[in-house]
């Protein structure tokens, strides 16, 4: 069978879907990945977004993190996708337990979807680091510089995780939980790159490992099933009943 015909298939039927995504799963709503070749890493800024996106970067120069910051990664006009809507369908059909994303975006819970794992924060949550006040993204947009707290004068820090911080341990384990007790784990729009999210598709057991990615992957050989293509595309052709 055709792979889109097998991946179609096994969605009808099973109740009982995880689905782990990054930064790919967004290009659709016009926000740029990293790896793609118009991806944010082969533009040209005066550091690497990997170092600019670092805790020691932070700590050392603020200014220039918030300039990269609010330029490339608060993307406040971007709508969910074909990817992300169906898989919030999905779930209110009670076939999808959960979605696991790398990204930062939020477009998930803006399609719906209720359960979903944010490995690595998310750009909708900005807190003070001296009092703890809670901003929105839109804050952050609007500040200049360094954002700081109306309240006590403190700096503003994205609940972002940045290259260096841990991941939060109850997420992760709750990934690790949600994945091994997977039928199907449909991974898409990563490079699986990097870790330690991408090692959670060692936790996977079953034997239907979807793969959908517009480029190849490392992983691709653990895959049962992969799809070269675009992952909203991918997705408009699941029919729900
Ligand atoms: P990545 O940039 O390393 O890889 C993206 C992958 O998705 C590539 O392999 C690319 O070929 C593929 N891709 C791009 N568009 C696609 C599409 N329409 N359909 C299918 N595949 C597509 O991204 P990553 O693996 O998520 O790792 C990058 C890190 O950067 C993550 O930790 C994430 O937090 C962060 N990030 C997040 C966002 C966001 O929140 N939207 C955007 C950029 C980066």
Not at 1 to 17: G, R
Not at 60 to 76: A, D, G, S, T, V
Not at 106 to 133: D, F
Not at 177 to 184: G, H, P
Request: contains cysteine; proline residues 4%.
């Amino acid at each position: 069978m055709e792979p889109l015909n097998q991946f179609l298939e096994w969605v009808k039927k099973s109740d009982n879907i995880v689905f782990f995504g990054g930064a790919g799963v967004s290009t659709e709503s016009g926000i740029p990945d990293f790896r793609s070749v118009d991806g944010l890493y082969n533009q040209q800024y005066d550091y690497p977004p990997e170092t600019i996106l670092s805790h020691t970067f932070y700590m050392r120069n603020k200014p220039e993190f918030y300039r990269f910051y609010r330029n490339k990664m608060l993307c406040l006009d971007a709508k969910p996708n074909a990817a992300h809507k169906k898989l919030a369908e999905l779930e209110a059909a009670g076939k999808l337990k959960a979605v696991i994303t790398q990204n930062i975006d939020g477009l998930h819970q803006a399609a719906g979807s209720k359960e979903v794992l944010e490995l690595h924060g998310s750009v909708h949550r900005n807190y003070c680091q001296k009092c703890g006040k809670l901003f929105d993204a839109a804050y952050i947009l609007n500040s200049q510089n360094i954002p700081l707290c109306d309240a006590c004068g403190g700096d503003i820090k994205p609940d972002v995780v940045l290259y260096e911080e841990g991941l939060d341990n109850d997420t992760m384990q709750k990934a690790v939980r949600y994945i091994s007790q997977a039928d199907i784990l449909i991974i898409g729009g990563t490079s699986l790159a990097v870790y330690p999210a991408a090692g959670l598709i060692d936790y996977y057991r079953g034997s239907k490992l979807a793969l959908i990615n517009k480029s190849a992957t490392p992983m691709d050989g653990r895959a049962d099933l992969r799809i070269e293509g675009k992952i909203g595309e991918v997705f408009s052709q699941i029919v729900l009943k």
